[in-house]
Structures are given as C-alpha cells and as structure tokens.
C-alpha cells in the first residue's frame, strides 16, 4: 500500500486547489443586478465582453469606419481626420499614435488600454456591479493556476505509484488516481467554455440582452469574428 499515501495527498492538493477556484469564481460573478440598471454604452459593452483590449478593438474600427483611421491589413494604423474630435477614446488612440501619424497596432494596444478613460468604463462598472474587480480576476486566475498544478501533480504521482504495486494491482491504483485527475479536469475544461471574465452575472445579463443587428454591436459583444478578413487581420485576429 506504499502508492495509497501519493493518493491521499493527490486527493488532498486536488480538493484545495478545486475549493479555491470554485470560491473565487462565486465571488468574482456576485454583483448587485439592480444596480446594472440602465442599460450599456458599447464602450461598457465592449468592456464586459473583453476587457480593454474589446474596447481597443471597437474605438479602432468605429475610427476606421467613420474614415477618421485607416486600418491596413498589414496590422498599421494611419490617422485620416487628426483634428481632435471624438470622444475621450478616439482621443487616446490619436495620442498613442503620435506625431507622426502612423503607428502599428499592437504598439497602440497597452498605451491605450492604460489611458484613464479606459480605467473609468472598469471603475464604473465595478460601481455598479456589473464588472468583476481587478483582486476578484486575479484570484481566479491564481486558481486557475492551482488547479493546472494539482492536475500535473496528481498525473506526476500516479507515474509514480502505479509501478509500486504488482502488474495485477495496477488497475486498483490507476482507477484512484482517476478521481483527482477527473475533478481538477473538469474544472480546467469548465473554463474552456466561452465567457467573459471581465463580467459579473447582473454584467453578463446585460450583455445578453443586446441586439447584435448593429454591427459595431456585434464587434463589442462577439469580437473581431465578426469582422470582414480585411480588418480581423489589421487588428491582429486570425482570418478564420
């Protein structure tokens, strides 16, 4: 019964890990739904469904289609209209591209995403309740990450015990092991699902809610999947 203790602790760091992802994953969705009341500006949207990097996204293709930005499918953005109008988020892209007018995009993506009006779309949905807040996604990606290392742990421990015991025995020993490798399985496929960790639930019923008709819409809640191959290039997306 040497393999018998690797189970236990395979079991233990498995229940741990699961516990604590399941834990921050309730916190990180809880949300007061009345205070999402109001309905969504697509900057929110674009926010709920994929963080900054969405609203980079939106701000970039609303520019390019009211001909203000000229977006190349070789992944480079070259102003048309710098006069300065537009919101604060056209504002922010004009700023990160600079003097010169043409910059590429993925230089644009952390200058932009860390421009105050950005961090203003996030602090007010967290106000409202509808935005999962910075420590509540951290906690769920450090679960995330426990739960991948008891995965690895419980399959390193079954290597080990299965040729401790006697060639007849070894079904008994790969039976056990399954329990721990199924249970941190199934929560490392559970996020595999499409969802928006940027969300709270009230944030996601929102999100639900909206017509995807309008096109600049879509692109807020689906992504650039939505987009014609010319541009899902020009933000870096695959073509597919």
């Known amino acids: 019964m040497l393999w018998f203790p690797l189970l236990l602790l395979a079991c233990a760091v498995t229940a741990v890990a699961c516990a604590r992802l399941c834990r921050a994953a309730i916190a990180a969705g809880e949300g007061d739904g009345a205070a999402g009341e109001g309905g969504l500006t697509?900057?929110?949207?674009a926010f709920l469904a994929g963080g900054p990097g969405r609203v980079i996204d939106l701000t970039l293709v609303s520019m390019h289609r009211a001909r203000r930005l000229l977006l190349a499918r070789s992944?480079?953005?070259?102003v048309v209209d710098g006069s300065g109008g537009g919101d604060e988020l056209e504002r922010a892209v004009l700023g990160a591209i600079g003097p010169d007018g043409q910059a590429p995009v993925p230089r644009l993506r952390p200058v932009v995403a860390a421009a105050a009006c950005v961090r203003r779309i996030?602090?007010?949905l967290v106000e409202r309740g509808l935005a999962v807040p910075g420590a509540g996604r951290r906690e769920v990606a450090a679960g995330?990450?426990?739960v991948r290392g008891a995965f690895l742990l419980a399959l390193a421990l079954g290597a080990v015990a299965v040729p401790l015991v006697p060639e007849g025995d070894r079904a008994q020993v790969v039976a056990g092991f399954a329990l721990p490798l199924t249970a941190s399985g199934l929560c490392l496929a559970l996020d595999l699902f499409p969802h928006s960790r940027w969300a709270s639930h009230a944030g996601r019923r929102l999100l639900a809610g909206l017509s995807a008709e309008d096109p600049l819409t879509a692109l807020a809640t689906r992504g650039p999947s939505v987009l014609e191959p010319e541009l899902r290039a020009a933000l870096g997306s695959p073509p597919g």
């Open 42 to 45: 697509l900057g929110e949207a």
């Open 75 to 78: 992944g480079w953005a070259t």
């Open 122 to 124: 996030e602090e007010g």
């Open 144 to 146: 995330l990450r426990a």
